[in-house]
């Protein structure tokens, strides 16, 4: 049973909607990674440790998505129209996102970060950066805590998004089958030895305009987005029963894995990373393309997930800034704060609906009309 989710990709090919269904499984993941930063001192005590994967899992999906809707069609189409339509479907929600972020700004004070020193002259030009997805430098943001989003935190994995599109539509779509796969292997190992050798023992990386962020999100998006085009050339499905809920129980688990190895042998969480971003989530992706939903519950739950994938990923952070300060200022323990957790978690998960009907759908189809040639 096949049902079209509203995160698909308006103009090209009926796709998998239980890949649909683990994007949506993986952006939950992460709303509860971030409400843990609120109690952790460092990653090494983060609860939902490994969260911040489901970014690797979201760039291989982007890879094979978009190699198996746009593959088939260079020739009738452009880099110019290409690159349009992949703005068209990711760029509402960033702005969305960065104008949220704006909103909430002066409601967000804690002791980490000072929200009363900014201006309205200043938090107006970091909306119109945000926006523009524009990255703001160390030093140089409005939150002083580094991140090259400060109204909107995890905008930085859309400007890799961004960057894997552009690379694909000039450079990667190119490649043969044979040279893709050197690619995929020669990335493969430049990610394994930064997150094993590297400084953090894990891929936690890419949000800040910072030596290791710039290089280590760079691997993160050369390998997966490159792994997922590959296999989306070298796909061929088996039956696979029940693979949305394999797949689901399988990002949850790997999320919710404790940090390995502390302090002294960060290699070892490092290799856990890798294993899980290599290996793992191709094997995910494979599965997940392979089987199909077998009931109605089963096709809702993935249409509406998928529905809600990406808006919910992109709204959800300005709300975590705002829990974060309520548990700072409030010196408040988890169970204290678990009423207001449950909330954030079900009021995003509605936000993001309500914003894929009344925002994105709509700019999307007025982009659509506005931006490309009807043929």
Same mark, same amino acid.
């Given at each position: 049973?096949?049902?079209?989710?509203?995160?698909?990709?308006?103009?090209?090919?009926?796709?998998?909607?239980?890949?649909?269904?683990?994007?949506?499984?993986?952006?939950?993941?992460?709303?509860?990674?971030?409400?843990?930063?609120?109690?952790?001192?460092?990653?090494?005590?983060?609860?939902?440790?490994?969260?911040?994967?489901?970014?690797?899992?979201?760039?291989?999906?982007?890879?094979?998505?978009?190699?198996?809707?746009?593959?088939?069609?260079?020739?009738?189409?452009?880099?110019?129209?290409?690159?349009?339509?992949?703005?068209?479907?990711?760029?509402?929600?960033?702005?969305?996102?960065?104008?949220?972020?704006?909103?909430?700004?002066?409601?967000?004070?804690?002791?980490?970060?000072?929200?009363?020193?900014?201006?309205?002259?200043?938090? %107006?030009?970091? &909306? /119109?950066?945000?926006?523009?997805?524009? =990255?703001?430098? #160390?030093?140089?943001?409005?939150? !002083?805590?580094? @991140?090259?989003?400060?109204?909107?935190?995890?905008?930085?994995?859309?400007?890799?998004?961004?960057?894997?599109?552009?690379?694909?539509?000039?450079?990667?779509?190119?490649?043969?089958?044979?040279?893709?796969?050197?690619?995929?292997?020669?990335?493969?190992?430049?990610?394994?030895?930064?997150?094993?050798?590297?400084?953090?023992?894990?891929?936690?990386?890419?949000?800040?305009?910072?030596?290791?962020?710039?290089?280590?999100?760079?691997?993160?998006?050369?390998?997966?987005?490159?792994?997922?085009?590959?296999?989306?050339?070298?796909?061929?499905?088996?039956?696979?029963?029940?693979?949305?809920?394999?797949?689901?129980?399988?990002?949850?688990?790997?999320?919710?894995?404790?940090?390995?190895?502390?302090?002294?042998?960060?290699?070892?969480?490092? %290799?856990?990373? &890798? /294993?899980?971003?290599?290996?793992?989530? =191709?094997?995910? #992706?494979?599965?997940?393309?392979? !089987?199909?939903? @077998?009931?109605?519950?089963?096709?809702?739950?993935?249409?509406?997930?998928?529905?809600?994938?990406?808006?919910?990923?992109?709204?959800?952070?300005?709300?975590?800034?705002?829990?974060?300060?309520?548990?700072?200022?409030?010196?408040?323990?988890?169970?204290?704060?678990?009423?207001?957790?449950?909330?954030?978690?079900?009021?995003?998960?509605?936000?993001?609906?309500?914003?894929?009907?009344?925002?994105?759908?709509?700019?999307?189809?007025?982009?659509?009309?506005?931006?490309?040639?009807?043929?």
């Amino acid at each position: 049973m096949r049902a079209i989710s509203s995160s698909a990709f308006a103009d090209t090919k009926p796709h998998y909607n239980i890949l649909d269904g683990l994007r949506g499984v993986a952006a939950i993941t992460v709303v509860c990674f971030h409400i843990f930063e609120a109690y952790a001192t460092s990653h090494l005590d983060q609860i939902i440790n490994h969260g911040y994967l489901a970014v690797d899992f979201f760039f291989i999906l982007s890879g094979f998505v978009v190699g198996y809707a746009y593959d088939d069609r260079w020739g009738k189409m452009g880099v110019l129209e290409f690159l349009k339509r992949r703005f068209i479907r990711l760029h509402p929600m960033v702005v969305l996102g960065a104008v949220i972020g704006a909103m909430m700004f002066y409601t967000q004070g804690c002791s980490v970060w000072d929200v009363s020193k900014i201006s309205i002259t200043m938090l %107006l030009f970091a &909306t /119109i950066l945000s926006a523009l997805l524009i =990255p703001a430098t #160390v030093g140089s943001e409005i939150r !002083g805590v580094g @991140e090259m989003y400060p109204l909107n935190g995890p905008s930085w994995s859309l400007l890799f998004e961004y960057i894997g599109n552009i690379l694909y539509a000039l450079f990667i779509r190119k490649l043969p089958t044979k040279p893709l796969t050197a690619l995929v292997i020669v990335a493969a190992s430049g990610l394994a030895a930064f997150a094993i050798w590297g400084p953090y023992g894990d891929i936690c990386v890419g949000y800040s305009m910072t030596g290791d962020n710039i290089l280590g999100g760079s691997l993160r998006l050369i390998f997966a987005f490159s792994a997922g085009l590959l296999l989306s050339r070298v796909f061929k499905p088996i039956n696979i029963k029940g693979a949305f809920w394999i797949g689901a129980v399988a990002i949850v688990t790997i999320s919710a894995i404790p940090r390995i190895g502390g302090s002294e042998n960060l290699w070892l969480n490092g %290799l856990y990373d &890798t /294993i899980c971003a290599v290996i793992i989530f =191709p094997l995910l #992706v494979y599965i997940g393309a392979s !089987g199909k939903t @077998e009931n109605k519950f089963t096709t809702r739950v993935c249409k509406f997930l998928g529905d809600i994938s990406y808006p919910l990923y992109m709204v959800h952070y300005p709300f975590i800034y705002l829990y974060y300060a309520w548990v700072k200022n409030e010196n408040l323990t988890f169970a204290q704060s678990l009423p207001g957790a449950l909330a954030l978690i079900f009021g995003c998960i509605a936000l993001a609906y309500v914003s894929l009907k009344l925002f994105d759908e709509p700019v999307r189809r007025y982009l659509t009309k506005l931006l490309l040639p009807r043929k």
